[in-house]
């Protein structure tokens, strides 16, 4: 009789063990995604930000080498808006996140590193964060492309055809 009972004590304790090991990998998991979440997305934004000085440097060199300069470019979007504006000459990439990654909200002026700016609003819960490069009464960019996602490789160009701009295309 006393043999049976141990028999039932062993399974007993691990249907209990599984159990508690299955919380405890809930706990560490809802306490961590956020955190992992979070620096998912501050990495996102410094990759996006190296792609966009790497951008700048060629437009500007493209730009000051003259007619005819061309230089390829590799560039890879992961998540976010990255958008072309023929229009207003503005180049910007925008992510919607839950934290604010270091860049403070609703600023009456873009934070400025370099030719790059920088800009947070607010959205209810949640922060538009936006990198750009304006180029507006600097230089004319004009690019068939529009909204960028994804793995591209770039062509940037100088090119006079009854106006000087750069053109930007895939190549």
Do not use: C
């Not at 141990?6 to 990998?25: E, F, Q, R």
Request: without cysteine; glycine residues 8%; negative net charge.
């Amino acid at each position: 009789m006393f043999m049976m009972n141990k028999k039932g004590d062993i399974w007993i304790s691990a249907a209990l063990y599984t159990a508690l090991g299955v919380i405890m990998v809930t706990l560490i998991l809802s306490v961590g995604m956020p955190f992992v979440n979070k620096l998912k997305e501050r990495n996102t934004v410094l990759q996006t930000k190296n792609v966009m000085y790497e951008m700048d440097n060629v437009i500007r060199a493209v730009y000051n080498e003259g007619f005819g300069s061309r230089r390829p470019l590799y560039v890879e979007i992961g998540e976010g808006d990255f958008l072309i504006d023929n229009a207003n000459d503005k180049i910007s990439w925008k992510i919607v996140s839950d934290e604010k990654l270091g860049i403070e909200p609703d600023l009456a002026n873009p934070i400025e590193e370099g030719s790059l700016k920088i800009q947070s609003k607010t959205l209810g819960q949640g922060y538009e964060i936006e990198l750009y490069l304006d180029y507006k009464d600097e230089i004319d960019i004009e690019s068939s492309l529009r909204l960028l996602s994804g793995k591209y490789n770039l062509v940037i160009e100088h090119v006079f055809d009854n106006k000087d701009y750069v053109n930007i295309r895939e190549s």
